[in-house]
């Protein structure tokens, strides 16, 4: 088995663990898949690219909203609802914004354009691009490293999440890491 999209490598979570073996390769990289989709889900966004073809039904006629963008291919729009996009845009007919990006979230018509997005028509305007993040953040490959390797641990614990003995009573460990947590809070859309 491979390791799709992850954010972190297998010779990372295994240098954490400080595992020098190969037998558990397969869980560990099934931990890592689950641990990056995990994140995924928290965040509501994808942290790695993969070219798609998207449509948009744009609100206003001069600005869309999308997901995280790292390059746009092809940018058509088609306004007479026959979805064959006959018009093509110039990289001059507009702005990805913010300027700090990749990623970016937002498309604008650039005044000197030659066109506007054709407003609440529903799906007029494709976009070809690569999507996602051109490279994984820092604190995402760290928060993925904690999250697999907590995944991988967990057969230490048969008893699930909790711990403790009669004098002291039971110690509920929380279902979400507190530093997973504020590792990926920055990136929650």
């Known amino acids: 088995m491979s390791i799709t999209n992850g954010y972190c490598t297998l010779a990372e979570l295994k240098a954490r663990l400080d595992i020098l073996d190969d037998k558990s390769d397969t869980i560990l990289e099934q931990n890592i898949e689950a641990a990056s989709r995990k994140i995924d889900g928290w965040c509501g966004r994808s942290f790695y690219s993969a070219t798609a073809t998207r449509y948009f039904t744009p609100e206003q006629w001069d600005v869309i909203d999308v997901p995280d963008l790292v390059s746009v291919t092809t940018l058509k729009t088609d306004e007479d609802g026959d979805r064959t996009y006959e018009t093509t845009w110039a990289t001059t007919d507009y702005e990805l914004d913010p300027d700090t990006g990749p990623p970016y979230t937002s498309v604008y018509v650039t005044p000197s354009g030659y066109y506007a997005f054709p407003a609440g028509m529903r799906r007029s305007v494709q976009i070809v691009g690569t999507w996602g993040w051109s490279s994984v953040p ?3 490959r760290e928060a993925t490293l904690i999250l697999a390797a907590r995944y991988f641990k ?36």
């Open 154 to 189: 967990r057969k230490d614990s048969p008893m699930g999440a909790q711990i403790g003995n009669t004098e002291m009573g039971n110690l509920t460990i929380p279902a979400n890491d507190a530093d997973v947590t504020m590792l990926v809070s920055d990136y929650r859309r």
């Open 138 to 140: 820092h604190s995402i």
